[in-house]
């Protein structure tokens, strides 16, 4: 049985930083992307990253946020600087296979996905 286990999420400041932690297990997949939704908007693809270390950002999140992976850990990370109010929302891994020279944020890409951590930044 595979999961996804989300950690990190909680409250800051605006202006502070978070940074999220998934542990993945008993999946095959070759990317792990981050994604967000706050209740009444679309679900955002925020970051991505492949095993080779190739990595996408959404427009909204670059310059702030930074992914990256422990793979002898299976572990992917997010870390979110410059944090504003527009970025809380409960933010989501998930993984799946991708045969692209970069990892894309469409989400219907992602088959796997974690349970979720609630980010809330006041202003």
């Known amino acids: 049985q595979g999961q996804l286990v989300e950690s990190g999420g909680g409250s800051a400041q605006s202006g502070g930083s978070l940074r999220l932690s998934c542990a993945a297990s008993?999946?095959?997949?070759?990317?792990i992307g981050w994604f967000r939704q706050d209740p009444g908007k679309q679900r955002e693809g925020v970051a991505a990253?492949?095993?080779?270390?190739?990595?996408t950002y959404a427009d909204s999140v670059k310059g702030r946020f930074t992914i990256s992976q422990d793979n002898a850990k299976n572990t992917v990370y997010l870390q979110m600087d410059s944090l504003t109010p527009g970025d809380t929302a409960m933010y989501y891994c998930?993984?799946?296979?991708?045969?692209?020279?970069?990892?894309?944020?469409?989400?219907?890409?992602?088959?796997?996905w974690g349970q979720g951590t609630q980010v809330t930044v006041s202003s």
């Open positions: 998930a993984a799946g296979v991708q045969s692209v020279q970069w990892p894309l944020l469409d989400s219907w890409m992602y088959k796997y």
């Open positions: 008993g999946y095959i997949y070759n990317t």
């Open positions: 990253i492949d095993l080779i270390g190739r990595s």
